[in-house]
């Protein structure tokens, strides 16, 4: 079959917008592509003061949500910034981040502002990955690439009591004259958390006791999930917090991906600190690098805060029906820590019905009294 010359070059200018969508958060590409002509035009929606002052932020009162981007596509977000000042300790728990793709009522990014940019414990700390950074002082950035074929809009709303005195932004995206190619996946990012995740035993004194190693799970019954997807699409990551309820060493869990319906997961790993790719207890040590990292790393006992993240960047996990992406809490799910976490993935919509966002108050961490190992009843 012969092509006329107006599909060939609508075909490759799809393939040139595809190519510009595939590379626009690749580091290695930036210097490369920078004599090739950009077919698109640079746009940012921020905060800055309309007057031509220097009032360049937004307050949001109690209950009150902030439009960041309200705008027509065909475009892609390649870079969001912003930074808070509030007098509520628990501003990073209580600012509810949500993103709505070409005009769906349900929102396929819902998370605590906090824990999207990975500060799952509600407060802050230094890292640098490749999709999420938080830079000196309290800067937040996400570099994960976002299309949209119609319209996007991006909002921030105050679950809390106490007014945000200032919320700074800027939204880089990329407006494009013509569609984007059709196969164009949408971003999604999903919170979750099991404060506490129930362990099935409180009756041990280490993790390394009969009743503990000698149970078997297969199946991942009982498993903390990071998502369960619905839809053709690729997982890219997460971003996890744990606070401890119990002495000992949390992770002693198992990663599990379930593809496309499956009773068994294709994807098993073998602990939870070799799951991001660490090992041995991370040793001691934070870390961060671009794909993985333990930026924060505590004392194993009650109270003990980690904060760690995960990217497929280099080989996303493609799922055509379904995703559930899981791990174990302790071996076989025997502990009864706090977890709190994003999943980061790709896919078509329409998504899956996400979780209903817990309230405020059991988003905020706090130990619990879990029996096992430990000071019962202690409280942080």
Not at 184 to 204: D, I, M
Request: hydrophobic share 35%.
């Amino acid at each position: 079959m012969k092509l006329r010359l107006p599909t060939l070059l609508l075909l490759l200018f799809a393939f040139l917008s595809f190519t510009s969508f595939v590379c626009a958060q690749d580091s290695a590409d930036w210097l490369a592509s920078l004599p090739q002509a950009k077919d698109y035009v640079q746009q940012r929606s921020s905060s800055y003061d309309r007057s031509g002052g220097n009032a360049d932020a937004r307050p949001i009162p109690p209950g009150e949500t902030l439009t960041l981007l309200d705008e027509s596509g065909p475009a892609l977000v390649t870079h969001f910034w912003a930074t808070i000042a509030s007098n509520d300790p628990n501003h990073l728990k209580a600012l509810v981040l949500r993103m709505y793709w070409d005009g769906e009522s349900s929102p396929s990014v819902e998370s605590p502002i906090g824990d999207f940019f990975g500060l799952g414990l509600g407060n802050y700390f230094l890292y640098q990955s490749a999709p999420l950074a938080v830079g000196s002082d309290k800067a937040l950035n996400c570099f994960f690439p976002m299309p949209f074929q119609k319209h996007a809009r991006i909002t921030v709303t105050n679950e809390g009591a106490q007014r945000v005195g200032s919320f700074y932004f800027n939204i880089d995206y990329r407006a494009y004259k013509k569609p984007l190619p059709a196969d164009s996946l949408y971003f999604h990012a999903q919170y979750r958390q099991a404060a506490p995740a129930h362990g099935w035993t409180n009756q041990w004194k280490s993790n390394g006791d009969a009743i503990v190693n000698d149970k078997k799970n297969l199946n991942g019954e009982g498993n903390y999930m990071w998502l369960e997807a619905v839809g053709r699409g690729h997982f890219a990551g997460v971003t996890m917090s744990v606070l401890q309820n119990q002495d000992g060493w949390w992770g002693e869990g198992d990663d599990m991906f379930f593809v496309d319906g499956e009773a068994l997961p294709s994807i098993n790993g073998t602990g939870s600190e070799d799951y991001f790719l660490g090992a041995w207890d991370f040793g001691g040590h934070a870390f961060s690098y671009p794909l993985f990292g333990a930026p924060v790393v505590g004392e194993e006992k009650v109270g003990g805060r980690w904060s760690l993240y995960r990217f497929h960047l280099d080989s996303p996990i493609p799922f055509t029906k379904s995703l559930r992406a899981t791990i174990e809490h302790g071996h076989a799910n025997h502990r009864s820590d706090n977890f709190f976490s994003v999943a980061y993935w790709y896919q078509t919509e329409p998504h899956a019905q996400f979780p209903t966002l817990p309230p405020l108050e059991e988003r905020i961490p706090k130990v619990y009294s879990v029996g096992g190992p430990g000071i019962s009843g202690k409280s942080f």
